[in-house]
Structures are given as structure tokens and as C-alpha cells.
């Protein structure tokens, strides 16, 4: 389905940039980075990130999943996921008013990876195969999303060249993970997928799956 390979391209470039923001708070360390770096940061999330990623996420997958898939809108990983982007708004946010700060902007920074990751992490590795094979078992075979308007796809440009002039590196604090059991908010505010979206009958059958 062509929206959820945008997707997974997507978060490619945003995988990147997070890289790019560690390196933005390491260089911040030592008083090399500006202001006019966050400015950029700040643009790229809003603009492509929020407006044009989560956007298409938010108002063409998730009622693709409700309305046609069985998916419940009120409870589990929608809701999860939703929290999450607006965790990332806020975050972007935090950086924007820590500009005149190198320290401060470079742990907010910090921080925004961290999140971004853990938030990639999940949907690439729950949401988007979960959501591709339910759309498909309940007969929906496209989904298409949209062009993005000049101002995203500069600011998607602008996302690329910042992982130039910040090459992107890992945070060795941190470790990366797949599956529900690596989610911030599993058994917080979601069950996770099998409780929240598999009937009898879909557990019965990944289990079949799993012993091949
Ligand atoms: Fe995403
Ligand atoms: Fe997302």
C-alpha cells in the first residue's frame, strides 16, 4: 500500500535527523552550534514531521483503520500513538524557546531523539505490518495519502541537508527495540497489540503463524 511504504520512507529521514540531533547536542557540548541550527531543527518537525508525516497518520490511516478494519479509536495503540506525536509537538516546542541556550537546547535535543526513536521504532515494528495486514484481510488494498505542498517538501529537503551539516550518530546511552515490549506505553496506557486489536480468532491464527 503506497501510504505505508511513504511512511516507512519516511521515518528513514526521521531516524536520520534524530541521529543529527544527538550530534547537534554533542557539538552544542562544546559551543559550536547556533541558534539559527534549532530554527532549523524546529521548521523540519513542524512543518514536514507534524504537518505532513503525522498529519497523513492521523486523518488517512487511522480512519482507514476504524472505519474499515475494526480498529477501536478509544483505546490501545491509536491513542498511544496519538500521544506520542503530541508529546513530539511539545518537545519541538521546548527546543524552539531553548535557542539562546546551547546547553539546554542540546538536552531537549537529546531528548526529542530519544523520543523520535522510540516512536519510529514502534511503528515500524507494530503498527505499519499490523495495520498492512488488517487493511488487507478486511479487503482494503489502497490508500493513498497526498502530494506534499511546496512548504513540506522544502522543509523535507531542509531535514535532508541537516543531516548533512550534522552527520547523524547513535546515543550509546540508549537501546533500541522492536515490538510492543519496547514501548513506553505498553501496559501504561495500552495493552498492547494482541489485548488491544487481536479478536480469538487473530490470536488463534498468528499463533498458527508463529509454529509455521
Ligand atoms: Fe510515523
Ligand atoms: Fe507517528
Redesign the pocket.
Known sequence: MRLLEE?EHEHRLVDRVAGSLIRFADSSADGTTSAEAVTDFVHFFRVFVAGY??ER?EQVLFPALVERAEVPANRGPLPA?EA??REAAALVDELEREAGSRERAGEVARRLAHHLWE??DK?DSV?LPEAADRLRRNGVTTLDGREPSADEEAARELGERLTERFPPIEDPAIVRGDGCVACSAFAVTCGGIEKEWWNDWETEYHRSLDEG
Open positions: 511512511f508525516h503525522h497518520e500513538i506520542d506525536h516512536h519510529v511503528e503498527l
